[in-house]
């Protein structure tokens, strides 16, 4: 996996577990360990919980970064406490299949995902069907291609399906976010056709004038909801971090500036500390659940 800097840093602030005796479930109440993944909206979400967790209630929270299956099995196993970004009730379905008595999925903190293939506003096509007659045009590195993120996320999985579904004569070249997102600001700024797999939340919305097209047979599913989940008994052992994760939601609104501000200052700490300063009601009022919880216990 190719890393970005900010992920680099990010890595490099964490503290790893591996090849320790003890799993998080084991851990002193206060350690908290996160299974994050390298899209922009799960490293966001990630370093502002881990901030605030850390600066403001005594928490110690490792972050640890790996695949999404890695993710799913560590949390069911007890060697992640946590994860934030489950999209369901399609498209990670089949990585919390194998561990569904074993995992505790909880509200869902952001509604209305979005998922599939996009290209430039100012690309004519308007429908997947229609990258068949224009493939030509979608040329990257010498060949009709749609560019895409690493091969085993289940995106990449549902391109392909799509590919052979409406039969189109395009290969799905697989990269790293910002390797993709480096080709489509290199494709917007000579105005040329390219199309990219994305999702809603991206901070990409905000950057450029994107549209996706229009997929008429549904292979990339419906708008999902993103929630949080974690290992067996978490809930009673931190009733407090439920209530609060509980209580959690963003909207396009308060992620993308989230996630705009984190690529703005190429630093995912920097990034989220300021949108802390500057979003400090939404904070509040989460954490006010996790008190009220406590107040009457």
Excluded at 146 to 158: P, R, T
Aim: charged content about 25%; cysteine-free.
């Amino acid at each position: 996996m190719t890393t970005s800097r900010p992920l680099q840093l990010l890595i490099a602030g964490s503290i790893a577990l591996a090849g320790s005796s003890f799993t998080a479930a084991q851990a002193s109440e206060n350690q908290l360990t996160i299974g994050i993944n390298n899209w922009p909206e799960n490293i966001a979400v990630a370093n502002m919980w881990k901030l605030v967790l850390e600066k403001e209630h005594d928490y110690d929270v490792s972050l640890r970064d790996t695949s999404k299956s890695v993710i799913y099995s560590g949390v069911a196993n007890g060697d992640f406490d946590i994860s934030l970004e489950a999209w369901l009730p399609v498209t990670d379905a089949e990585f919390l299949a194998p561990y569904e008595e074993r995992i505790t999925v909880h509200d869902g903190w952001y509604p209305g995902t979005g998922l599939g293939l996009v290209v430039p506003d100012y690309v004519d096509i308007d429908t997947i069907p229609e990258l068949a007659d224009s493939a030509d045009d979608f040329a990257y590195q010498g060949k009709s291609a749609i560019i895409g993120i690493d091969s085993g996320s289940a995106l990449a999985g549902l391109t392909e399906k799509a590919i052979t579904h409406y039969d189109l004569p395009l290969d799905q070249i697989n990269s790293s976010d910002p390797a993709m997102m480096a080709a489509l600001d290199d494709a917007i700024s000579r105005e040329a056709p390219l199309a990219v797999t994305l999702w809603s939340p991206h901070w990409a919305f905000a950057e450029y004038d994107l549209k996706y097209l229009e997929d008429p047979d549904s292979i990339f599913g419906d708008s999902e909801t993103i929630y949080w989940f974690s290992r067996e008994n978490f809930a009673g052992d931190d009733p407090w971090l439920t209530a609060v994760l509980d209580a959690w939601e963003m909207d396009d609104s308060s992620l993308g500036s989230l996630m705009a501000e984190i690529e703005q200052k190429d630093d995912p700490v920097a990034g989220a500390r300021h949108w802390i300063d500057e979003n400090r009601d939404l904070i509040d009022a989460w954490v006010t659940a996790g008190d009220e919880v406590t107040t009457q216990e």
